[in-house]
T-cell receptor, first 114, second 109 residues
Framework: GAVVSQHPSWVICKSGTSVKIECRSL??????MFWYRQFPKQSLMLMATSNEGSKATYEQGVEKDKFLINHASLTLSTLTVTSAHPEDSSFYICSARDEAGTQYFGPGTRLTVL | GQSLEQPSEVTAVEGAIVQINCTYQTSGFYGLSWYQQHDGGAPTFLSYNALDGLEETGRFSSFLSRSDSYGYLLLQELQMKDSASYFCAVRKGGGKLIFGQGTELSVKP
């Protein structure tokens, strides 16, 4: 089946630094990728829709200047959390949509900001 | 706005049948999906209903009634490994998924 990878799987950083998370579709091309955030014991919250070659579309309440998304190729999207603070600590999950419209989720990246 | 409601937790015993309900209010509805998530893991796709009726996939079945804005996930012959969180998610245009708050299922011996 289709596989989506994320790197890194976990990261610890100091407050004020920036962190980049990669999402790759390994065996299919994904024109659309999605980024979610999940706090402990809570739901997945859609942050933004990433379309290859165009600007990401952010959900209401998500700061586009803080969460930079780049979708430079059909198999790679990146999320950069800029000037991270402890409240940004969360589980970040991406998903990639294939041509049939099926979404495949990555394994997630656990970010801890000290 | 949009909202999805599902029970926060359900407990059942091995071998039993459990039903997890989901009601939703949203615009631009394309269908209802169900996902399973174990602690610390990624969501795993279980089922998708675009039309009214029942979809069966092995021990799992999912039902949708568009007129009632209601669906459910039915898990049969419960096993210990089924202990996880289950999310209903509305599929909207462009493939966007809006997730419910999740139901934590505990399967007891």
């Amino acid at each position: 089946g289709a596989v989506v990878s994320q790197h890194p799987s976990w990261v610890i950083c100091k407050s004020g630094t920036s962190v980049k998370i990669e999402c790759r579709s390994l065996d299919f091309q994904a024109t659309t990728m999605f980024w979610y955030r999940q706090f402990p014991k809570q739901s997945l919250m859609l942050m933004a829709t990433s379309n290859e070659g165009s600007k990401a579309t952010y959900e209401q309440g998500v700061e586009k200047d803080k969460f930079l998304i780049n979708h430079a190729s059909l198999t790679l999207s990146t999320l950069t959390v800029t000037s991270a603070h402890p409240e940004d600590s969360s589980f970040y999950i991406c998903s990639a949509r294939d041509e049939a419209g099926t979404q495949y989720f990555g394994p997630g990246t656990r970010l801890t900001v000290l | 706005g949009q909202s999805l409601e599902q029970p926060s937790e359900v407990t059942a015993v091995e071998g039993a049948i459990v039903q997890i309900n989901c009601t939703y209010q949203t615009s631009g509805f394309y269908g209802l999906s169900w996902y399973q998530q174990h602690d610390g893991g990624a969501p795993t796709f279980l089922s998708y209903n675009a039309l009214d009726g029942l979809e069966e996939t092995g021990r799992f079945s999912s039902f949708l009634s568009r007129s009632d804005s209601y669906g459910y996930l039915l898990l049969q012959e419960l096993q210990m490994k089924d202990s996880a969180s289950y999310f209903c998610a509305v599929r909207k245009g462009g493939g966007k998924l809006i997730f419910g708050q999740g139901t934590e299922l505990s399967v007891k011996p």
